[in-house]
Structure formats: structure tokens, C-alpha cells
């Protein structure tokens, strides 16, 4: 005897029938099942995770032929918020002379954050094509699938780029609530932005503009509250831990940011694929 979903009981199904938005919820409840999106979530979480690590002895090996030989830069960072970073933080503050640039170490986080990197986008490309219900006979090559991972990586760091540039434009304005409204208003318009091109162009089935705003704007909104409280509650956390304890509320505060952000940005293409089914239903 075929066990009948919860989805089609006679209580679902008169609330999806009596309200749209019960109807939504269900639907996107019972995609998010059946594409795994958790699954592919913590896999894009997990590479992504892989890739910080790599990025990490690329920042500090460059600092190191930076500050080599410069002893008022060493100062400057110092007494700069670069000596609170997580990890490397308090080796730059006690004594920053030990960062020594090296070429061969510098070769080797890029290769091996560009792998990492290329690995989280190729997961999310087939966590959007799981979405989109595309047919593995329909999907790219596997030079295609690194050639858009490799887009990915360029939206994504063009993003960090900007964000860079408009923390400090909103810094300029010397009033801390202009510029904490003005960051917050700028980085949810960049994530939007990213979001939508990621949904757009990452995706075999190339869909709309307007069928990818929807999803990009609630995931925007979610990046945002996350970027903004998580990175306060963070720092706030790490700032009260010993060193030991604080590198290990790092790495695990840091996995657990990035899986709601895969989770979160998942969530939003599968917004996007239940609003399509609406209006191809309504049609």
C-alpha cells in the first residue's frame, strides 16, 4: 500500500488550497526534500571552509614581504584592527617580525584556495541545477561547470572588493548611525546584485531577471542580517575567550556561518523555483 505524503492529507491540502501562502510554505518544504538542498548546502559550506584556511597563508605571506624591514608599518599594524584578526592575530601583535614572505608557500595557498574554491562553485552549480530539476543529460561539461565556478569566484571576490570600497566611503561621512544605514543599505543592494547573477548564470537553465529577483532579495536580506549580526556577535565572543578557546569559537563560529549562508542562498533558488510553479500552475 503506497503510504500517501503529508503534504497531500486532507488537512495540507485544505490549507493550501484555502491560502496561498500555506501552499508556498509546502511546496518549498517538499523541494528542499526532494533536491537534498541540505546536503548540498554543507557541501558548499565545506569547501568553502577549505578555501578560508588557504586564503588565510596567502594574506599572511604577503604581509610578510610587506613588513619586511619596515618597522613604523609593523607598528602601524599593531595598533591597527589587523592585529585582531582571529588566528594570526596574535602573532602579529606580539611580534610581527616572524611573518617572513615566502614565494613557494604563496604558490600553494593560491593553487590550493583556488581548488577549494573551484570545488564549493562546481557543488552549487549542481545544488541549482538539482533545484531547477535539470536533467543530468542536459547539464554542462565538466570544463564548462569550472569555467562558470571560476565566474563564480569573480562575482564573489568583485564583491569582497566592493564591499572594501564602500566600508570606507561610509566611514567618510564621520556620523556613525549615516554610515552604519548607508553600509547596511549598500551591502544588501551587493548581495541582491551577487545573488541574482549567481542564480542567473550559474544555473544550466538560464532563467529571467525577474524570475531570479525574488529569491535574490530574500537571500540578500538574510546575508545581510547575517554579515552584520553575526560578525558583531562574533567578535564580541572572540573578545572575552582565551586564545585557545577563542580559535576554536573561530573555527567553529565560522563553519556555522557559512553553512546559513549556503543554506540560506539555496533556500532563495528554491523560492524562486516554487513562485515558477505558482504561475505555470495559475496560467
Known sequence: MARTEWSDQPFAVQARQRWPLADTVVLAINRFRVHRTGRNSALVAHYGFLSIFPLMLVFTTILGFVLDGNAELQQR????????VPIIG?????????????ISLLVFGLLTATWSGLKAFNVLQTALDDVADVP?????????????????????????VAGAILSTLAGMTGLAWTSRILLGVGTLTLNTLVLAGVYRWLCSVRPAWAAVWPGAIFAGVGFTILQVAGATVMTKAIAHAS????TFATVIGLLFWLGLHAMISLLGAEMNGVLHMRRVRTR
Open 77 to 84: 599594524i599593531i595598533d591597527s584592527t589587523i592585529a585582531q
Open 90 to 102: 596574535d602573532q602579529l601583535a606580539s611580534d610581527p617580525t616572524q611573518l617572513q614572505g615566502s
Open 136 to 160: 543530468f543529460e542536459a547539464r554542462p561539461s565538466m570544463v564548462r561547470v569550472r569555467l562558470r565556478s571560476l565566474l563564480g569566484i569573480g562575482l564573489v571576490g568583485g564583491s569582497l
Open 243 to 246: 586564545p585557545i578557546y577563542g
